[in-house]
């Protein structure tokens, strides 16, 4: 059994992975933005700037559904490779 795949090739999942770790460090930034007015002393930003937060859960999930589309395709190339 020898290993025919490059460690160099995209697999699949490994876009939604990095795109969700984008989407996620937007979102961790953002929610430091909108907590720093809470200590520093400024006005408050207004309520949608709240919900650009939401994307790291957002990133979160991106990054999830790349995981299990890779650890799909791994076992469907295990499963190839018994039969």
Known sequence: MTDTSH?????PGDALVKA???VFIAGAVATL???APLFLD???????AWAVCML???????SAAGVLRSAA???RAARE???
Not at 7 to 11: C, F, K, L, T, V
Not at 42 to 48: A, G, K, L, N, R
Not at 56 to 62: D, I, R, T, Y
Request: glycine share 12%.
């Open 73 to 75: 395709a791994q076992r």
């Open 56 to 62: 790291m859960g957002v990133g979160f999930a991106v």
């Open 42 to 48: 400024i006005d408050p930003f207004p309520s949608y």
């Open 20 to 22: 969700g770790g984008i």
């Open 7 to 11: 460690a160099d090739e995209p697999r």
């Open 33 to 35: 933005a909108t907590m």
């Open 81 to 83: 490779s018994q039969a």
